[in-house]
């Protein structure tokens, strides 16, 4: 079973991820979930609700280059936050996706137990986060191109604090939620920036229940939280739809992009960013790393970065060097303080292999004593100018 769950999507992958075949295959790929459901043993209850079923929606409202919705992650992996039994992260799998599954098993359906259990009869390689989303999403300073936050936002308290660490981390988000054009009372409310906050058992029988917006409402919140709407529909109840009733249900989807300073550059940050500072740049840890996309190639490497004076004067002279696909590049010393870049040729072999990294490491950084901030410093690299009117987006790594 396994090994023709794996080798079929393969084939289907290398073709598209065009979202039309990606509807038709998310179909089949249901089907044959089922099965696997059916034949299993098991003493818990599976998430009753159709997950991929997501996907004819897209397909009815997805424009531009959203149309190839996986491509939006570029080299990166896709996040399913809340993601229930896992159909979405196994099918996204399936098709190419590397994918990070994210739940709370106090929260989960069966609490995590339907996604272990398919995990294991599926060989698959989603890892899965366990996270309180209330409590914070970590996804430490790493960028990534694509998230899926399918009917999670009105299960949480605080929806803005987690839309807004989103935009900071991702490129693009495809969103569901419960919305309503009327109280329960009857109060009209669509045309309004507000929420309705139910009470414990109110909205189906289920106290993780909080914030059912408004259209307006939402709106507002995904603008504020630093998203840029993109795509909406919605389906279910088209008037006079509340946050209570099973029959008077209304789902907006939204397609996002975010909007936030952080730029989004050729690249996807990975291990070793501090967040940004002034909206313009970051410091490094001593070794940090980007993830390309999967099609990048180059004859060399350039790497712009300051070296802070306060740096040089604590640890005297730094040396960097690089390693792609594997490949050691040579190692460069700096012995002043200001403005420098790293500039090497990149061998062809650097791009036989499937490692889609490039690392940077310095010889030493600097690590504060301070309680407050005990950070590992090493340089400091520029996403943002702000020498004219229009801020400008800057390019620190690139590959020619």
Request: hydrophobic share 35%; with cysteine.
């Amino acid at each position: 079973m396994c090994r023709l769950y794996h080798r079929k999507y393969e084939m289907l992958a290398a073709k598209t991820t065009e979202i039309r075949d990606l509807a038709e295959a998310a179909a089949r790929f249901s089907r044959r979930l089922e099965i696997v459901k059916n034949r299993v043993a098991r003493e818990f209850e599976w998430y009753p609700y159709t997950t991929l079923e997501v996907f004819p929606i897209l397909n009815a409202m997805l424009r531009e280059e959203r149309r190839d919705l996986l491509a939006l992650a570029g080299s990166s992996p896709v996040l399913d936050i809340g993601c229930g039994d896992g159909a979405l992260s196994f099918f996204l799998e399936s098709m190419g996706s590397t994918v990070k599954a994210f739940d709370h098993p106090p929260t989960n359906y069966n609490r995590t137990l339907g996604f272990r259990t398919l995990h294991a009869e599926l060989s698959s390689s989603v890892e899965l986060e366990i996270c309180d989303l209330d409590a914070g999403l970590d996804l430490k300073h790493d960028t990534y191109g694509l998230g899926m936050c399918l009917g999670v936002l009105y299960h949480l308290k605080n929806p803005f604090h987690f839309l807004e660490t989103l935009a900071r981390h991702l490129r693009y988000c495809v969103l569901s939620t419960r919305i309503a054009q009327v109280t329960s009372g009857g109060t009209p409310i669509a045309n309004d920036p507000v929420a309705y906050l139910v009470d414990t058992e109110e909205t189906n029988n289920d106290s993780s229940n909080y914030w059912i917006f408004s259209e307006t409402g939402l709106r507002r919140l995904l603008d504020r939280t630093g998203w840029q709407l993109c795509d909406y529909s919605t389906t279910g109840c088209s008037s006079g739809s509340d946050p209570t009733r099973g029959d008077r249900d209304q789902r907006a989807y939204c397609a996002l992009r975010s909007k936030l300073p952080d730029p989004w550059t050729d690249f996807d940050l990975a291990a070793g960013w501090h967040a940004l500072e002034n909206g313009s740049w970051r410091w490094t840890e001593r070794v940090f790393s980007v993830r390309l996309p999967s099609r990048t190639s180059g004859t060399r490497l350039s790497f712009k970065f300051v070296l802070p004076e306060s740096i040089l004067k604590a640890l005297g002279p730094i040396q960097l060097h690089a390693t792609i696909g594997g490949c050691s590049l040579p190692s460069i010393g700096y012995p002043t303080p200001g403005e420098h870049t790293y500039t090497q040729m990149i061998p062809s072999a650097a791009w036989n292999g499937t490692d889609r990294f490039i690392r940077f490491e310095l010889d030493k950084a600097w690590q504060s004593t301070d309680t407050a901030d005990c950070r590992e410093l090493g340089v400091q690299v520029a996403f943002w100018s702000y020498e004219t009117k229009t801020r400008r987006a800057l390019s620190p790594i690139t590959l020619d």
